[in-house]
């Protein structure tokens, strides 16, 4: 083989490759709350009687699916700037790629976790919606008492799987030129000229944390015993 | 917000002087999106069906070769890989291929980069909805073939595959859109697809909205056609007495 190898540059950029994997990390956790809130609500308006929010959570989840991430990550760093300086009077300069990218992943995650918790919330017996309503709970007391608590057990290893798709998509704020830990990763290959070193690091890093990640899913996808 | 709309900028002829208009970059961009996706779609089928066999045959070292393979390609980020494939393999060629790749059109080298990418990235995923598949069908089937005298390729042939490849039609179809919304990667290393060409467009023309409004329409129409002929395939390859498939 040609190529020598020269693993010296990426000792000395730790700190600056931890800053990166923070920023990951902050998008990934923003995007999985924000997603998972936003996501019952659409899944809820999906499943509810009333026509109009069902066509409006419809028309949202499908068109963020349809769409490629990247695309969406564009859009965002196109629109969000503009209304942030609209609203807020931001000064033009101020950096506001981070917030861009928050939003943007939050809300395309939310199609994606609403698709995930519809399939949940179906999951659960007919009976069990039927005997809330006979207690006397109204459909709101059922939904957030009954019904949810189930649906969530039974889609834990589904949406941990989800987790995991979005911290790997989060390497895509690449295209915003953000430094989250991919971004880092590249810069400094780039800088040192050890681009080969530092790529296969940061695909060995993402394989280590993916990987753990999924085994504990596979732990918890164990069926348990049921009462 | 004072932004002034302008949508004929699509017949306007480009600046950089190439004789086409705005529009014909559009319509490049999804050309290259199409075919970049369909290549890749092969690749995937081919080693996602290999692979997904290898992981339900009994063989030990063949299903942990399988294993590795999927988790391998599942656990990096597709970003990674694809810089992986463009940046770093020619390095660690040996030095004449290398060099040979290196010598290539960069347009070639980014094409043939993003097939290979994204072909091994969805044969992953493929594999695991044929392992599904072949799992999905009662034990019985392998075990009757062999009673019969069928060697096990010959099973797979004759009683397993003809099965489980009619029933995985319906996943794939998600994975198939899925390689359209992934080609957009590909952007990154430089390949002019759609959504490449979308942002050269507000480059030259300041035009953001009009372009990506565009360019979101050809991904949704995209999935719209994609969605109708899977539809069709499903209905001709439907397997009579099996539910939703």
Same mark, same amino acid.
């Not at chain 1, 987790?163 to 400094?188: H, N, W």
């Not at chain 2, 600046?15 to 559009?26: H, L, R």
């Not at chain 2, 969605?227 to 499903?234: F, G, I, R």
């Given at each position: ?227 | ?101 290196? &010598? %290539?059109?960069?347009? *070639?080298? !980014?094409?043939?980069?993003?097939? #290979?990418?994204?072909? @091994? ?78 942002? &050269? %467009?507000?480059?030259? *023309?300041? !035009?953001?909205?009009?372009?990506? #409004?565009?360019?979101? @329409? ?28």
């Amino acid at each position: 083989m040609a190529y020598e190898f020269d693993w010296s540059s990426i000792p000395n950029s730790l700190p600056f490759l931890a800053e990166g994997m923070l920023v990951s990390l902050e998008i990934t956790l923003t995007a999985l709350v924000v997603g998972m809130v936003w996501g019952t609500v659409l899944a809820v308006m999906r499943l509810s009687s009333v026509a109009p929010l069902r066509w409006f959570a419809a028309g949202y989840v499908n068109l963020f699916r349809a769409v490629p991430l990247v695309m969406v990550l564009l859009w965002f760093f196109l629109v969000i700037p503009q209304l942030l300086t609209t609203f807020f009077n931001l000064r033009p300069g101020t950096d506001v790629r981070m917030a861009s990218a928050l939003v943007g992943f939050a809300l395309f995650e939310s199609a994606y976790y609403a698709e995930i918790i519809r399939a949940g919330i179906q999951s659960v017996p007919k009976g069990q919606l039927a005997a809330a309503t006979a207690l006397g709970l109204s459909h709101f007391q059922a939904m957030r008492l009954v019904v949810l608590p189930q649906a969530l057990r039974n889609m834990v290893p589904l949406l941990l799987t989800q987790a995991i798709v979005l911290f790997q998509d989060t390497s895509l704020v690449y295209v915003s030129a953000l430094a989250d830990f991919f971004g880092a990763a590249y810069k400094v290959g780039d800088r040192d000229g050890r681009l080969v070193e530092l790529l296969l690091f940061a695909g060995a890093v993402y394989f280590v944390l993916c990987f753990a990640l999924s085994r504990l899913v596979q732990v918890l996808q164990k069926p348990r015993v049921q009462h | 917000m004072s932004y002034q709309w302008n949508w004929a900028v699509f017949t306007q002829p480009s600046a950089v002087g190439d004789g086409g208009t705005y529009g014909d970059w559009m319509v490049a961009g999804l050309k290259m999106t199409v075919s970049v996706s369909l290549s890749a779609w092969i690749i995937a089928l081919v080693v996602g069906c290999l692979m997904g066999v290898l992981r339900t045959v009994p063989s030990k070292g063949l299903q942990r070769l399988a294993t590795g393979y999927v988790e391998l390609l599942r656990n990096i980020p597709l970003l990674v890989q694809l810089f992986i494939w463009y940046f770093i393999i020619p390095e660690l060629l040996p030095t004449r291929w290398g060099d040979a790749i290196k &010598q %290539l059109a960069p347009e *070639t080298q !980014q094409f043939g980069a993003a097939v #290979i990418c994204l072909g @091994l990235f969805t044969s992953a995923r493929v594999c695991e909805q044929v392992r599904a598949g072949i799992q999905s069908l009662p034990i019985g089937q392998t075990r009757a073939a062999l009673a019969l005298g069928l060697s096990l390729p010959q099973a797979y042939r004759f009683v397993l595959l003809p099965m489980a490849f009619r029933l995985v039609v319906p996943p794939l179809t998600s994975e198939f859109l899925n390689i359209f919304k992934n080609s957009a990667v590909c952007s990154t290393i430089g390949l002019l697809e759609l959504a490449a060409q979308g942002r &050269q %467009l507000v480059d030259y *023309t300041a !035009q953001p909205y009009e372009s990506f #409004i565009a360019v979101t @329409l050809m991904y949704l129409l995209i999935n719209v056609i994609v969605m109708a002929l899977m539809h069709l395939l499903e209905r001709k390859v439907k397997v009579p007495g099996y539910m939703g498939s």
